[in-house]
């Protein structure tokens, strides 16, 4: 395998996976635009999030438990996952918005979005080892850019939501597509049956459970920011300026913040290869929980005030989540590291399905600052476990 390989073959992953990832938030960039035209109650608004995420811990747990990364040639799972996704998410052109219909098909697009992400983790992590941090973490940029993605599509779709589904559905087919032509890496491992005791060993390798207890810290304050920082900032910035001026900047805000941090993946990554991968993740708690106090007090003040701390957020709260799955692909054997991070990423995605459901109801009942300012607790529970993985020998 040549450099240039190597290089064609990441690059592509990556494109394929920032289209097929673009699935992941179209329900929250199209919320406000659905809202406009049909009645939909606040626990169905949330479930229209919420159900990705509980689509993708069944699937996740699935994929972990029959050992489908490490089984199957990675590249078809990648390809076959991605279009059913796109074709999953496509229902919402022909279901009523808000819909038991429409929630069932984000709960499907959710599920098979677990044999994208895990998997393209899986593919990355073939291609080096002492590069690792930098790989994964140009895998998770990738993710992150394209989580980002309906926030722009919306921005400049006006305000019919149905071209942002059209868009975003068209395009993860195309990712499978486009998988195909990927080359494995030459440290790509197969296991050769089905292994259940791999979800024990998970618990018995002590780098491994440190390295998930950070990811579940992580993961708490990860996905109901990105879920709901629209509308948090939304809210902040109508207390000084017109509800439309607020909303167009609210999908701005949100668009940089997650697109921020898909960028700083990539970077954090060569970091983490150089300075320590446990390093680099409680830095990047420690910031990202810092920022989310901040948001809080600066909720409903200076509009660039809150503007510029919701990007630093956006920034310091994604690039610690690939060097989880770098350390648990680094402590795991090679032929058991897709399914140990798919099952990493089910238990993280498990904890974010009630953060993502919960937030908008406790925004409702105490207040945006009093919510934002609660994500910090998964920080806190994060960086002591990464402290303890540091300082093992």
């Avoid at 992941?24 to 919420?50: C, G, K, N, T, Y």
């Avoid at 002590?206 to 950070?214: D, I, S």
């Avoid at 948090?232 to 109508?238: P, R």
């Amino acid at each position: 395998m040549t450099m240039s390989t190597k290089a064609r073959s990441i690059a592509i992953l990556m494109v394929a996976e920032v289209a097929a990832m673009s699935l992941w938030f179209v329900s929250a960039a199209i919320l406000p635009d659905m809202l406009r035209e049909a009645a939909i109650s606040p626990f169905r608004q949330a479930a229209l999030s919420s159900s990705v995420q509980a689509g993708f811990v069944v699937g996740a747990l699935t994929s972990a438990i029959l050992g489908l990364a490490d089984r199957y040639d990675p590249r078809r799972v990648f390809a076959l996952s991605a279009i059913g996704a796109g074709l999953a998410n496509a229902v919402l052109l022909v279901t009523a918005p808000g819909s038991s219909l429409a929630i069932a098909a984000r709960f499907a697009t959710g599920a098979l979005l677990a044999g994208v992400y895990p998997v393209g983790m899986k593919i990355a992590v073939g291609w080096g080892r002492e590069d690792r941090g930098f790989l994964v973490g140009a895998l998770v940029g990738a993710l992150t850019l394209g989580s980002a993605s309906p926030h722009l599509i919306a921005l400049f779709g006006g305000a019919d939501w149905r071209p942002t589904v059209l868009i975003a559905s068209a395009g993860a087919i195309a990712a499978g597509l486009l998988c195909l032509f990927v080359t494995i890496g030459p440290h790509h491992a197969i296991s050769r049956r089905f292994d259940p005791r791999i979800v024990q060993s998970a618990w018995t390798n002590r780098r491994v459970r440190l390295a998930y207890a950070g990811y579940l810290g992580h993961m708490w304050e990860l996905y109901a920011m990105w879920a709901w920082i629209a509308a948090a900032t939304a809210a902040s910035y109508a207390v000084t300026v017109p509800a439309a001026t607020a909303e167009t900047l609210a999908k701005l805000t949100a668009f940089l913040a997650i697109a921020g941090g898909g960028l700083a993946c990539a970077v954090a990554g060569s970091f983490a290869d150089r300075i320590g991968k446990a390093e680099v993740t409680i830095i990047a708690m420690t910031v990202s929980g810092t920022a989310a106090v901040l948001t809080a007090l600066s909720f409903g003040g200076p509009v660039w005030i809150t503007f510029v701390i919701a990007i630093v957020w956006g920034i310091a709260i994604v690039p610690d989540s690939a060097q989880f799955s770098a350390i648990v692909a680094d402590s795991a054997p090679p032929d058991q590291a897709g399914s140990m991070m798919t099952l990493q990423t089910a238990l993280g995605f498990a904890l974010t399905f009630v953060t993502v459901q919960v937030t908008p109801v406790l925004a409702a009942s105490f207040g945006w600052p009093i919510v934002l300012a609660l994500l910090a607790i998964g920080p806190a529970f994060g960086i002591p476990a990464m402290l303890r993985l540091r300082n093992m020998t």
